[in-house]
């Protein structure tokens, strides 16, 4: 049996950093723009469906949960870890101002929604906070992507399953 998992993670991993990168290069600030990060979901499942599809017509139609579930799972996997060592590149090597553009943004978004005490609250949380990426904040970040990424690939396999 072949691995599409494999393949379709890195294609959906690299269409993932495509997108970043064309957003990055339009402007900065929508690298950062949550559109852009929930969007690129899109391809993450894109891929998966592909591969379990592909795994379900290499077995004549038949996919068990379980094997849609590693499937789907794996190709999350891959994919996310295209995706965050992007980031990574990005906040450290290419771009170590995006931190500055993220508070920045954050900012802007707590004054036009929050007032009074509480808008001053949140300017204070955000001047306190560190946004540096870090191995350990990459490691964070991709750990609890992976619960959502199995998550999706479990609805995903029993969207898709088709037992003997």
Not at 57 to 63: K, M
Not at 81 to 89: K, P, S, T, V
Not at 105 to 118: D, H, I, P, S, T
């Amino acid at each position: 049996m072949k691995r599409y998992d494999i393949g379709a993670g890195l294609i959906g991993g690299l269409l993932t950093v495509l997108l970043f990168g064309i957003s990055y290069a339009m402007e900065p600030r929508w690298m950062l723009h949550p559109l852009v990060y929930w969007g690129s979901t899109l391809f993450y499942l894109a891929a998966m469906l592909g591969a379990c599809l592909l795994v379900k017509r290499e077995n004549e139609g038949l996919l068990g949960i379980r094997e849609g579930l590693r499937t789907g799972f794996v190709t999350f996997l891959i994919a996310n870890c295209l995706f965050w060592g992007f980031q990574y590149l990005m906040f450290n090597w290419i771009d170590p101002e995006l931190p500055q553009v993220q508070v920045a943004m954050m900012r802007e978004y707590a004054e036009q929604q929050l007032m009074g005490q509480e808008l001053r609250a949140q300017l204070d949380h955000l001047e306190n906070q560190d946004f540096v990426l870090r191995w350990g904040d990459l490691f964070f970040g991709y750990a609890r992507g992976a619960i959502g990424g199995f998550v999706l690939a479990g609805v995903l396999a029993l969207a898709v399953k088709q037992d003997a």
